[in-house]
């Protein structure tokens, strides 16, 4: 079993209510824009991390961390890009490789949006955390946990900040 904290689009900011919000996560997943290599710092000082590159991170961030992520976690294979649009709806640059090899989670930020669906077309769960930073047009801060046991994504939290 593995607990996981997910966010995305930090844009150099991390919320403080996020760390505590993580605090029994056994692994932080972020899904770019972290704005500085700093962010990611910090974030893997506290748990095992894994991240992606955004559109708006330097060349600090893009020398360490990929633009695609796919790897296991436990029984589930994850697919972790920052640009990747949605069910029905999907970025041109990962439609492809969408229809030839399926994930069973597919995690995507840049919209600043939260969505959590099921994408019935692939038989994947899609999971956009939102945005976890102060900057852009989203009024809330928000990020994800769940937990990925065997097969199974469950135990699905959803933290929700005003931002001010």
């Not at 844009?11 to 990611?40: Q, R, S, V």
């Not at 600043?112 to 099921?118: D, F, M, S, T």
């Not at 976890?132 to 769940?146: E, Q």
């Amino acid at each position: 079993m593995k607990r996981i904290g997910l966010l995305s689009d930090t844009h150099n900011y991390l919320f403080p209510g996020i760390i505590n919000f993580f605090k029994d996560c056994d692994e932080i997943w972020h899904a770019g824009d972290m704005g500085t290599i700093g962010i990611a710092e910090e974030l893997s000082k506290l748990k095992i991390f894994r991240g992606v590159y955004g559109n708006i991170d330097g060349q600090d961030v893009r020398k360490v961390y990929p633009k695609d992520l796919k790897f296991m976690c436990e029984n589930v294979k994850v697919w972790i890009t920052h640009i990747g649009g949605y069910p029905g709806k999907y970025a041109p640059e990962v439609k492809n490789s969408l229809f030839s090899n399926p994930p069973n989670l597919f995690i995507c930020g840049h919209s600043h949006i939260l969505k959590v669906i099921y994408d019935k077309k692939f038989n994947f769960l899609h999971i956009n955390p939102g945005a976890a930073g102060k900057y852009g047009l989203h009024a809330i801060i928000t990020a994800v946990r769940f937990v990925i046991e065997g097969t199974e994504i469950k135990k699905l939290e959803i933290l929700e900040i005003e931002r001010k």
